[in-house]
């Protein structure tokens, strides 16, 4: 009989709901949502701009290596663009959504992504930047003697990549401030919501 007890009281405690401050998680989420949108806003106009400004300043007519070069960081650069839009949380209005287990997977899944686009496509970003830095460079200091170009070059790659991998450490950082308690609460939602459906 104590068995038994303690079996049901065990059920019981299982079936206990996970208590969410809801107002919080909402006011966390809406302020996400904002710096996103500020983010997709400044990568929109940021990106056509440089792309256009690069085009403008830079011989490419005249070398199809600088063309190159500048064709590599302009799908660079919108590609970025592309994944950060894709990323971007779906505006979120009321509380109700959050009994919604397809809605919580998405969100969930954006704010991942957004850990992808740091730590896995922006080291790519940085390599497709290098590659064609380094091309311009090569041909725009064709004047210089070999060892001044391959100093450049050297210091060049350094100084870009130290600050690459500066700003996605400094990002990721951020990421697990901002996001990582987002998802790990919702994470635990979903979960409890599961657990009470079965």
Partial sequence: MENKFEDIQKLWQAQQPVEFDLASLLADMKKTEGKQRREVITLSIITPLTIGFLFWS????????????????????????????QSKLKKNNSAERFSNSAYLTEQIAKLKNRYTIAGKYMYGYTVLLLLALNISYYILLEPLAPWERISIHLALTGSVAG???WQIRRKIKKYDRELKPLIEKMERMLEEGIAQSR
Wanted: glycine share 4%.
């Fill in 163 to 165: 600050l690459m991998h």
């Fill in 58 to 85: 830079m011989p490419w007519r005249e070398s199809q290596g600088i063309a190159i070069s500048l064709y590599l960081i302009a799908f660079a650069m919108i590609a970025v663009l592309i994944l950060t839009v």
